[in-house]
C-alpha cells in the first residue's frame, strides 16, 4: 500500500522534466483550454510562468495575471509594447486574440530584479 500511494504521489507532482536550452531543469505544463491560464503574482515572484518552465498556453485561451500579495506589482510583456501596474486585489487580463502566437517574457519593473520575471509561449 505504502508503495501505491508513493506512485500516486509522484504522477501527480506535475509535467515532464527535461533541461531547457540554458540547461536548467525545467517543466513542460499543459494548462487546460478551456478557461484562461492564471498567474499569481504575490511575494515579488510570478507563480506558475517560470523562465525555466515550458507553459504554453492556446491562442485565444486567455492570460490572466492576478495581485494576490500585498506589494504593489506590474505586468509588463515587452513584446506588445504594454505595461500596467497592479494594487493588491487587482489583475490584468489578455483576452480572444490580446496574445497572438508566440513567445513573451513577463515582467515586474519594480521587483525584475529580485527574479520577478517569466515567460509564457501562445501555441497556434
Known amino acids: 500500500m505504502l508503495v501505491l500511494c508513493f506512485f500516486v504521489a509522484t504522477a ?10 540554458d540547461g536548467l531543469p525545467r517543466k513542460t505544463l499543459s494548462p487546460p ?4 491560464y492564471v498567474s499569481v503574482a504575490v511575494d515579488n515572484h ?6 525555466e ?4 498556453i492556446a491562442f485565444r485561451q486567455g492570460f490572466i495575471v492576478k495581485n494576490q500579495g500585498g506589494n504593489l506589482h506590474n505586468v509588463t510583456i515587452p513584446q506588445i509594447d504594454f505595461s500596467k ?3 493588491p486585489g487587482e489583475q490584468v487580463e489578455f483576452l480572444d486574440d490580446t496574445l497572438a502566437p508566440g ?3 513577463v515582467v ?3 521587483h525584475d530584479s529580485q527574479g520577478m ?8
Open 108 to 110: 515586474c519593473r519594480y
Open 46 to 51: 510570478f507563480h506558475d510562468v517560470h523562465v
Open 33 to 36: 483550454t478551456d478557461q484562461p
Open 85 to 87: 501596474d497592479i494594487k
Open 53 to 56: 518552465d515550458d507553459v504554453r
Open 117 to 124: 520575471v517569466g515567460r509564457i509561449t501562445v501555441a497556434d
Open 103 to 105: 513567445t513573451y517574457n
Open 12 to 21: 501527480a507532482c506535475g509535467g515532464d522534466e527535461d533541461p531547457g536550452p
